[in-house]
Nanobody, 125 residues
Framework: QVQLVESGGGLVQPGGSLRLSCAAS???????IGWFRQAPGKEREGVSC????????TYVDSVKGRFTISRDNAKNTVYLQMNSLKPEDTAVYTC???????????????????WGQGTQVTVSS
């Protein structure tokens, strides 16, 4: 069974850090991973994405310099290290998989055909 499972969300104070994990299982081919977030009342937003071998990464402007995406293919896991968190980062974070990667398109939803269930990130004092 092909699936993605996120973990690592939680409550953190402004300025704090969290590391999200996206564990993949059942894949038989290389895949790119994207991280998306959706806050209440807002549209889903692409946050970051990484190519299958990790050589290509993309970030939305609002997280550049604060978030880092990486992957450990030996563990079939992609990470999103989030530093200097702000209240506006509060959202449900979801990872998604695609067999296609383009640095200019990977923050859009359409290339992805498998989605995880999401993990809540709340930044609040």
């Amino acid at each position: 069974q092909v699936q993605l499972v996120e973990s690592g969300g939680g409550l953190v104070q402004p300025g704090g850090s969290l590391r999200l994990s996206c564990a993949a299982s059942g894949f038989s081919r290389d895949y790119a991973i994207g991280w998306f977030r959706q806050a209440p009342g807002k549209e889903r937003e692409g946050v970051s994405c990484i190519s299958s071998r990790g050589g290509g990464t993309t970030y939305v402007d609002s997280v550049k310099g604060r978030f880092t995406i990486s992957r450990d293919n030996a563990k079939n896991t992609v990470y999103l290290q989030m530093n200097s968190l702000k209240p506006e980062d509060t959202a449900v974070y979801t990872c998604a998989a695609s067999s296609y990667y383009s640095s200019s398109l990977c923050l859009s939803s359409w290339p992805y055909n498998l989605w995880g269930q999401g993990t809540q990130v709340t930044v609040s004092s």
